[in-house]
């Protein structure tokens, strides 16, 4: 698209709004102007492209056409977060189709004017049923009030919507108190899950890591109901989380932790994504419990826009992009490696995934390519 196109005076008026993508179509005598509102983080964007040319912010906030002989526009994007090496971060990529119709393309990160597709993909069909339970805590009642958590835990909950997950139990803010927690970890999922299924649990709050020096090493997940001192009869141990799984029937069962949390005697996978496993049955002999955490002890999740950092490429991870060695198939340890690579990168190393297991030996597949 060239820039005296994009100049050409329109009589569509176009409203930038920054929380939410946007798409009006109108027809124009020499073609159709699109006017877009794209999300962007906190401290707004830094430059944008438009078919690889430069556009001033303000132009881009009116409605850019679309000539009879533009077959795709290609909207790019350099953010002053999560971009320090000023990656262009390319959000949309519309085709025109049959001269008429303008579709939207996939959100996707590109350098030069590769654009990486989402890929579909769904639950591994040997699970019989999948169970998720998601918890996404901001308001507390006597811990520090968090902006990232319940935005994070609906939007992966409407990820895991998307690829298929049969039943999703969500607890946010003062619905995830302690009792409310273990009620559906341990009691409806013991009574509801089966060996051949999945359960995935995903944890998005403040966590807390014992003190070595009293001898003890344990981590805590702290419920919406938890006191900010003497809380060790008010908080979720990972001890407890291993011996919930231990009795939960399913044999797959993966945390996912959106928290600065260090946990003890992780066991990390042995290059598992480099190996391909032909069955469910050779893949998983035994029990496997693995969890997955969005930062060390003494890090700090990197939060912009109401999401943060590491939930944000655990969605793009579920969109098939963490099958490193392209298999068909997401393993655990394909999941962490991606997450690592990606948010370390992102954060310039301030915030670094952690995953291994829990219980069990091998690997599971958590995600299969649907396409």
Not at 76 to 95: Q, T, W
Request: with cysteine; proline share 3%; net charge negative.
């Amino acid at each position: 698209m060239h820039m005296p196109q994009l100049l050409q005076k329109r009589k569509a008026i176009s409203t930038f709004i920054l929380c939410l993508f946007v798409f009006v179509i109108f027809h124009c005598n020499t073609g159709f102007a699109v006017t877009m509102a794209l999300k962007t983080y906190e401290k707004g964007l830094k430059a944008i492209k438009s078919n690889d040319y430069e556009m001033a912010i303000e132009l881009f906030r009116k409605a850019v056409s679309l000539e009879p002989d533009d077959k795709k526009i290609r909207i790019g994007m350099i953010y002053y977060d999560y971009a320090p090496n000023e990656k262009l971060r390319y959000c949309i990529d519309m085709l025109k189709k049959h001269s008429e119709e303008i579709v939207e393309g996939d959100e996707a990160d590109a350098e030069g004017t590769e654009i990486k597709k989402k890929t579909r993909v769904k639950i591994p069909d040997f699970y019989t049923t999948s169970f998720a339970i998601i918890i996404g805590i901001d308001d507390y009642e006597n811990w520090p009030l968090l902006g990232y958590a319940v935005n994070s835990a609906l939007a992966f909950k409407q990820k895991l919507e998307e690829i298929g997950f049969d039943q999703i139990v969500t607890l946010l803010d003062r619905e995830a108190v302690k009792d409310r927690i273990l009620d559906e970890l341990h009691y409806n999922l013991m009574g509801k899950a089966g060996i051949n299924d999945l359960v995935l649990v995903y944890f998005a709050g403040h966590s807390r890591n014992e003190d070595a020096s009293k001898g003890r090493k344990n981590s805590y997940l702290i419920p919406a109901d938890a006191p900010s001192a003497d809380v060790s009869r008010a908080v979720i141990s990972i001890e407890q989380l291993k011996d919930i799984s231990a009795v939960i029937p399913a044999k797959h069962i993966f945390y996912i932790i959106d928290s600065c949390i260090s946990i003890p005697d992780i066991r990390e996978s042995e290059d598992g994504a480099q190996h391909v496993i032909d069955s469910f049955e050779a893949m998983a002999p035994e029990k496997i419990v693995y969890v997955i955490t969005a930062c060390n002890a003494g890090e700090l999740i990197q939060e912009a826009n109401g999401i943060d950092l590491f939930t944000r490429h655990l969605l793009h991870a579920f969109e098939g992009e963490s099958d490193i060695n392209d298999d068909g198939f997401v393993l655990c340890s394909e999941l962490e490696e991606y997450l690592h690579t990606h948010v370390s990168k992102d954060s310039l190393q301030k915030q670094n995934p952690r995953g291994g297991r829990l219980e069990g030996r091998g690997e599971f597949f958590l995600l299969e390519r649907a396409d």
